[in-house]
């Protein structure tokens, strides 16, 4: 079955450059979309449709895509980056699938 | 500005079935769009459950489907999810969101969903 595969952590210093990726087969064909889960709250959209940011969405954050494989890229990473943040897509029926998602850590 | 409110049962019993209700204001249901419901097991990842348009036409994760039912009541703008023949594995935070397709754009706080006896 289809699987979006992401890495388990990504530690960073702050004001350094985190990237965070997100692989699947489907992505070629389909926009992939990221969401930041800070502990205890629900997911909030910071990317959509491979590389848009929603309104409010601080330009530090940016998007990716490149084959099989998306990339979030936080440039001059803060303390309140810190959270989990999981890419999402869909495969050809409409299925919609999420990464096992990434805890981005700020040192 | 869009919110969302997830309720029901935080406690439900094996075998039975789960029932929550999301809660839409600042936006009309009957304006479009699709709503959807996602769970996240404590301490693990997100899975999409399934959407549905104020049509009632619906989508449903492949791996639920046969238990899953999602509806809509546009007149109290709001829908609803039942997960039938619950397990400690469907144990989880339950969330409702909107879905431009195939996105979240507005999620409610969630509410925890335990399958204990």
């Given amino acids: 079955?289809?699987?979006?595969?992401?890495?388990?952590?990504?530690?960073?210093?702050?004001?350094?450059?985190?990237?965070?990726?997100?692989?699947?087969?489907?992505?070629?064909?389909?926009?992939?979309?990221?969401?930041?889960?800070?502990?205890?709250?629900?997911?909030?959209?910071?990317?959509?449709?491979?590389?848009?940011?929603?309104?409010?969405?601080?330009?530090?954050f940016s998007g990716s895509s490149s084959g099989t494989t998306v990339t979030l890229t936080i440039s001059g990473v803060q303390a309140e980056d810190e959270a989990d943040y999981y890419c999402q897509s869909a495969d050809s029926s409409a299925t919609y699938l999420f990464g096992g998602g990434t805890k981005l850590t700020v040192l | 500005q869009v919110q969302l409110q997830e309720s029901g049962?935080?406690?439900?019993?094996?075998?039975?079935?789960?029932?929550?209700?999301?809660?839409?204001?600042?936006?009309?249901?009957?304006?479009?769009?699709?709503?959807?419901?996602?769970r996240q097991p404590p301490g693990k990842g997100l899975e999409w459950i399934g959407s549905i348009y104020h049509s009632g036409s619906t989508y449903y994760n492949p791996s639920l489907?046969?238990?899953?039912?999602?509806?809509?009541?546009t007149s109290k703008n709001q829908f609803s999810l039942k997960l039938s023949s619950v397990t400690a594995a469907d144990t989880a935070v339950y969330y409702c969101a909107r879905d431009p397709r195939p996105y979240f754009d507005y999620w409610g706080q969630g509410t925890l969903v335990t399958v204990s006896s």
């Fill in chain 2, 65 to 73: 489907k046969s238990r899953v039912t999602i509806s809509v009541d």
């Fill in chain 1, 1 to 60: 079955s289809y699987e979006l595969t992401q890495p388990p952590s990504v530690s960073v210093s702050p004001g350094q450059t985190a990237r965070i990726t997100c692989s699947g087969d489907a992505l070629p064909k389909q926009y992939a979309y990221w969401y930041q889960q800070k502990p205890g709250q629900a997911p909030v959209l910071v990317i959509y449709k491979d590389s848009e940011r929603p309104s409010g969405i601080p330009e530090r």
């Fill in chain 2, 9 to 38: 049962p935080g406690l439900v019993k094996p075998s039975e079935t789960l029932s929550l209700t999301c809660a839409v204001s600042g936006y009309s249901i009957s304006s479009g769009y699709y709503w959807g419901w996602i």
